[in-house]
Structures are given as C-alpha cells and as structure tokens.
C-alpha cells in the first residue's frame, strides 16, 4: 500500500473507521507510517495521537480494541479506510459511534456474524448450532414454521406478537442462508440488481 505520508507536513493521514459487519462510521483518527506499520502488524488499530505525541492503540486504557478486519486507501493515497470490529463501545463517551449515531442499523450483519461465530465454534449450547447440525431439511423446515406463523399473525391486530414473529423468521432465515452457503450481501446484491 502507498499511502502518501508526506502531503501533510505532519506526515499524517485521516483514518475512518468503520464497523466491519454494520458499515457505522465509528470514529476519524490519524496515522503517521509507524502507527500505519503498527496496526498492519498487531492487526489492531493504532493511532497517533495529536494531543499526547505519541502513538496511542485504541483501547489500551479501556480495553475496547479496534481488531482490523480489511484496509483501504483512497485514490489520492492520503487517507485511510479501516474496517474493524470494536470490542466495546468506540467513543471515549461510551457511544457506540463518535458521531453519537446510536442506531440498530446494521445490526442484521452483527447477528449474521454471531450465527456463523457460532455454527463455525460448533458450540454444543447453542440452539443456532444445534438446528444447522441438524441439517439444510430441518433448518429450512423451520422457516417454513416461522413463516406460517408470521402469516397467522399478520392477520391479527397484536402488532407485538407480529414483530416477533417477524424477528423468529429473520433469524432463522439467516441460519438457511448459511447452511445455503450465502450470506445478507448476496442477497442484497441480487436487490441491487434488481433495482437497476
């Protein structure tokens, strides 16, 4: 990667951050080449921090890590694009974005991420793991259920009940989409398309 270290008399860089599973803006820091080195090495993300001149790795006093997911650079190679899963909240405030965005979009990816956590552990005590061991017939079974039952609900005025059935059948669609070998951006893709 090239990045342009130098536009700056500084010889620093802004770096987004951005949630790797929800795409939420976290935060802007900046980097000069070693904390660039740092966080490509550590595959956590290190700044360098203006106020206390030195390099500073996000976390390191509340333990709410930055771990790096994937590194882009812009076409004038002078800033920096980070995806990362946080480990906690982001912002020293205790916000989940800088910007104060508070907002469950995106949260579809988080709990696409935990089904495969999951599924991909083999975790013994898990409902999600033990219906995808069971196989595509009953994983695929299930959302029929669930989609009878959302069905049923839609047909009554409990909005609540119909919200919930609604998230059983979003869930458990999800755990097909990985026993299908396919995830949310695939079938956002096909959207997309279709939108064209």
Known sequence: MNIDFNKDSNGLVPVIIQNNNTLQVLMLGYMNEA?????QEEQRV???SRSKNRLWTKGEESGNFLTVKDIQ???DNDTVLIKAIPSGPTCHTGSTSCFKEETPKGFIYELEATINQRIDDNDENSYT???FRR?????????????VELIIE????????FKNEAAD???HYLILLKAKGFTMNDVE???SERMK
């Open 35 to 39: 904390a660039f080195l740092k966080t």
């Open 46 to 48: 290190t700044f360098y």
């Open 73 to 75: 650079i812009d076409c």
């Open 129 to 131: 793991n033990q219906l």
């Open 135 to 147: 196989g595509i017939n009953k994983v695929a079974q299930k959302v029929g259920e669930e989609a």
């Open 154 to 161: 839609a047909k009554d005025n409990d909005d609540n009940l």
């Open 169 to 171: 059948l979003m869930y």
């Open 189 to 191: 893709t096909v959207l």
